[in-house]
């Protein structure tokens, strides 16, 4: 079974243009989840996504948004790059979320720098 | 307010010693579900083992084991006869019954040194 895929791996982008991430979740999860890693702040929730819905929102600026399509496949979108916006963006997806035997499962994520 | 602390910010131990990376969460839920997992340098995190608040059985498998007490509110995650593939940094995570939010310690680095 394949595992979660992220898109692109690595992305530079310069200070005010916007970027769009993307996650395909492991077939069958219908949960997913968007994290950013920077090391001053550590690994932080962004937000969860199921069947299309947003279910739960970090503490992060409006300029942080992300959807949800049909076949699970999710997309987070940052715009006005700031250069704090330097980070690993992870992805995870999960089967039951709410299921006290959920565990979610991440993918590689993507690197962004932000110049 | 959830909050997973780690003290341990790094840790060297050379291979083959047993390593014990601590871990101590805070939560008003009384339903909760621990979680270690796994960074290695390439980035991905890696699941590890997930542990329920009304199950306190502890756990062994291969090399790796953990101790959950919820007296102490603390799942401590050792691994015994170390090898330097182990090296990575280790994440403790706190998710409660309301979704899917993982809130993560500030992280371990291992390493083991040959």
């Known amino acids: 079974k394949a595992g979660v895929t992220q898109t692109p791996r690595y992305l530079i982008k310069t200070r005010g243009q916007q970027v769009t991430l993307s996650c395909s979740p492991i077939?069958?999860?219908?949960?997913v989840s968007w994290y950013q890693q920077t090391p001053g702040q550590g690994l932080q929730f962004l937000f969860e996504?199921?069947?299309?819905?947003?279910?739960n929102k970090g503490n992060f600026p409006g300029r942080f948004s992300g959807r949800q399509f049909s076949n699970s496949r999710s997309e987070m979108n940052v715009s006005t790059l700031e250069l704090g916006d330097s980070a690993l963006y992870l992805c995870a997806s999960s089967l039951d979320p709410g299921s006290y035997r959920d565990e979610q499962f991440f993918g590689p994520g993507t690197r962004l720098t932000v110049l | 307010a959830q909050k997973v602390t780690q003290a341990q910010t790094e840790i060297s131990v050379v291979e083959k010693e047993d390593v014990t990376l601590d871990c101590v969460y805070e939560?008003?839920?009384?339903?909760?579900?621990l979680f270690w997992y796994k960074q290695p340098p390439s980035g991905e995190l890696v699941f590890l083992i997930r542990?329920?608040?009304?199950?306190?059985q502890n756990e062994i498998s291969g090399r790796y084991s953990w101790n959950f007490q919820k007296s102490t509110s603390s799942f401590n995650f050792t691994i015994t006869a170390s090898q330097v593939v182990d090296s990575a940094v280790y994440f403790c995570a706190l998710r409660n019954n309301a979704g899917n939010m993982l809130t993560f310690g500030g992280g371990t680095r291992l390493m083991v040194k040959p």
């Open positions: 542990r329920n608040s009304f199950d306190e």
């Open positions: 939560t008003r839920d009384t339903t909760y579900y």
């Open positions: 996504y199921f069947s299309e819905t947003q279910r």
């Open positions: 077939s069958g999860h219908r949960s």
